[in-house]
């Protein structure tokens, strides 16, 4: 009992010694799926194509300093005689940026790497109109945080006073202390 007793201010003190925070490649991608892609609908002028995003996979550090995420969605076109069904896989990548106001990390300077139709044939009736979707998807993801440490937990709102920069690293995000 005296042994645990004078162990705890030690791992007290190790634990504040402590000069980042990592979030994993997974936390990531659950945050954007259970908070994000609920609120992306994405509209066309002109024609009566409907889309929404599915889901969004996120790879870390692939690229230096970068986040590569990856749209998967569906398009319906209405035509006068019968409707088209596509899937659209778009892949962004982005920097990421804390915004200590709000503990929130954002995605910067996003550019558009590919996006992919399934079925193939539909890319020449419909890919421009696609390319614009992500476009929309791209202004929307920019918009919205891709994570935000939760200041309710102890543990995350110290964190969230003491983050300083990030850096991306294969499979992580590292949160860099003051």
């Not at 550019?111 to 998807?137: C, F, H, S, W």
């Not at 993801?141 to 690293?169: F, R």
Request: hydrophobic share 40%; net charge neutral; with cysteine.
């Amino acid at each position: 009992m005296i042994k645990r007793l004078f162990l705890l201010p030690l791992l007290l003190w190790l634990d504040g010694c402590a000069s980042q925070y990592s979030i994993s490649e997974q936390q990531v991608q659950q945050y954007l799926n259970d908070k994000v892609v609920k609120q992306i609908k994405l509209d066309s002028e002109g024609m009566k194509l409907q889309s929404g995003i599915t889901r969004l996979d996120v790879k870390l550090g692939e690229q230096a300093e970068r986040i590569s995420v990856t749209a998967f969605g569906e398009l319906k076109l209405e035509t006068p005689l019968f409707p088209l069904y596509a899937s659209m896989q778009t892949r962004f990548s982005a920097t990421p940026r804390y915004q200590a106001s709000n503990h929130s990390l954002y995605l910067d300077d996003m550019q558009i790497e590919d996006v992919l139709l399934t079925p193939e044939k539909l890319q020449l009736l419909i890919g421009p109109v696609a390319r614009q979707m992500a476009n929309q998807a791209k202004d929307l993801l920019q918009d919205q945080p891709i994570y935000v440490l939760d200041t309710d937990k102890p543990k995350e709102a110290k964190i969230a006073e003491m983050t300083q920069s990030i850096k991306v690293e294969p499979g992580k995000l590292t949160l860099l202390f003051k």
